[in-house]
């Protein structure tokens, strides 16, 4: 393995499979872009755990090499922190839509932010279910028609990066999936961070979202500006808002919270799999009922 | 005043109180106190779900021999107010004794009214109490002093001093009393060194020798023992215990952790386990060893949070969307908890899906002395870092069903699991084909879980007139019910099934043909187990005993029950 981790990795190492994705659709481009990121990382194959849950961003994983646990919808953070913990040294990815992450899996959200385990989340969020044929998401917008809310959605639009920065999460950060060396940076910042990171990834569904096209968030994302600085809770937090004015994307916030993981000695030790059982310690503790 | 406790067997002895009177410090110390000296002891605790007031008891059998099931009468009440005369002043036997504050009001039994306020400071007031209990059984003071040391540790030194002269001062009022106590009978001196522990303590400690690594829960009472046991010694042994946001996240953490490479569990109530579900399916799809302790109190829903039933049996066993295999294993005794949870480990790991262990409430929080338990047995063998076959494929079609596993990042092989239907790649398939061929195959690992199956335990005699059914925690009134009826006469046989999943006919039929009657005693309201025997073989079991007051089964209710004639 850390021979593996010396030769240099290339993008054929991550391969290139048949999707069943719509063509047009922008989880091509965040794809892309990941496999990018990852070389960028110097990072085979063999060291990544992809873990997804479901809907088409959660099959994307499928279409790389790379270790998968393609697990249940809104379910894939607590499956990434428990694979975290038993083997700290692997690079933990998540990935998965906004219904998967925002709305069946809101708690984890919460809970990982708190946690801050050293998974990369990388949210492909284009306001709008498409597995199950355009009903409305967690971040779709107040007012979205679609056949399941054809007056509009009534519940305000869940906005994720200012949830995760009011929580002070390790790393937050957005990007677009039409923008690919802004993707790939991000990404790559975020599997960087040392600590929970959060890449909400905004994407047209050319299929069912007609409002937030290719065209509409290409108007309005545009780079936080040079002076930001994501230590600065306050201004990440004013950041955070901003959205129908102009999108900004890029590292909103983050900072130098200490991993979960490192909280646990026995993770300290390397992977948990395969250590033996400390047998005279264990007779020590069945003594102590004496 | 003379008071004798004349017994030959066991004696009861219950401390009775309000939460917050440190009734089950008492409890503890003195059963700690009694294996010490040589004694056997079961102890079970009877509590409400509340952290101050309420009516709680604690109970100690305490005798030469050891004991497998609570009694109802009592030998010795120690009552910590007055409520609990009211409440249990029935229960004692004729020559039972209470043991009471001198301001107690109570009249018409006997009575040994103690000058609490005299002998110790109000927070020593229970170890007052706990010197004038042990007293009265006839222990050495230096047992019970002996027992606070390892209890308070030598973190609280001012309490221990203050609570050894509470002990003190106990021992000797009770010397200055005109009475004579019959103690209990000095018992031989014990073979080896006893342990006492209980149920979900066993449980963990099983886990941990079977090599578990991984534990996430979700608070739930009667299952948190199992996960708080395991966070007192994670460090020492290596482990990672998490308290999750929810039930569903302990359960997929404990798959991530697993699939990763640590064998994990989690533990939870009825309630928290109908939370599960959904990814019991999932471990079950993708292949995943877990083991899933199911700590049962009555239900629906909240039900009765602190008390005990065995009507989660249904629910173990078809939860979780799908056919897929799994075991359930049922312990019956605090050492089949420590021997069943390693065994889960192993079932888990070689079959690798959900193995259940279904304890309860009365099982998790019973104490018993034991002979120290036998950590031979090896833990689960380390996987590989390489597959024979390759191009490696996690799902490869095998003829026992079972494909090799690797684990991903300790080897040059990558691992894909998938909860879609999978190619043997592990990868997403709508290939109806090969739909058909994954779903063989699992179902095809069902054949070495049954020939792994513990077989039910018979005890009593052959041909019986009537043969008594029971799984879990029920094994032990049972087998005194039985013991009680043979004495009394009837040819009775106990059948006990440390395993209700899967069941192999032939490993029980011919004890259920060849007595005359057959009589299920099951906590639940519908005879699940017997429906499951039924199912399984079409006998069909014609007479039930079955208690969901949430109360544990003792032989008095069982025999009461046999002899006003059973329901079916």
Redesign the interface.
Known sequence: MEQQRERSVVLEDYGEYETAWCPGCGNFGILKALKQALVACRLPPQAVLFVSGIGQAAKAPHYLNANLFNGLHGRALPVATGAKLANSRLTVIVESGDGCTYGEGGNHFLSAIRRNINVTLLVHNNQVYGLTKGQASPTSTEGFVTKAQPDGVHAQAFNPVAVAVAMKAGFVARSFSGMTDHLVATIQAGIAHPGFALVDILQPCISFNTVNTFKWYKERCRDVAPDHDPSDWNAAFKLAFQWEEGIPIGVIYKNDRAPFESHFPACAQGPLAGRAVDKEALQRIVMSYA | MTNDIRHAGPLQVVIGGEAGQGLVTIGELLARSL??AGHHVLATQSYMSRIRGGHNTFSIRAGGAPAAAPREAIDLLVALNDETIRLHRRELTPLGLVVADEKAAIEGVPVLKVPFERLAAKTSVNMAAFGIAGAVLGLERTNLERAMADFFGGKQVEAMVENCRAVANAYTWIDAQPVTFKKLAAPPPPPQ?????NGN?AIA?GA????A??C?FYPMTPATTVPLTLIE????????V?Q???E???I???????????P?MTATAGGGFALMV??VS?AGM?ETPIVIVVAQRPVPATGLPTRTEQADLEFVLHAGHGEFPRAILTPGSVEECFELAGKAFGLADRYQGPVFLLTDQFLADTYRDII??N?EPP?IA??PSECPMLPYKRYALTETGVSPRL??????????????EHAED???TEDLEVRRLMVEKRLRKMAGIKAEVSPPVFQGDNNPDLLLVSWGSSQGAVGEAAAALRAGGTRTGALHFPQVWPLIPSHFIDYLNSARAVVAVEGNAMGQFARLIRRETGFHIQNLVLRYDGLPFTPEYILRRLSHGTTA
Do not use: C
């Not at chain 2, 010694?233 to 990672?240: D, W």
């Not at chain 2, 997929?252 to 640590?262: D, H, P, R």
């Not at chain 2, 684990?407 to 879609?420: E, F, K, N, T, W």
């Open positions: 294996v010490r060194a006893r342990i006492m522990i303590e400690l941990l020798n079977a090599g690594k991984f996430a010694y994670a460090e020492r042994m290596g482990m990672v998490e999750a946001e929810d569903i996240a302990a997929n953490m404990a798959i991530g952790a697993s699939f990763a490479g640590a994990a959904e990814s999932l993708t120290p338990f950590l833990p380390p996987l684990i991903p990042g300790l080897s040059p092989q990558l691992v894909v699991a998938d909860s879609d592990g990868h997403i």
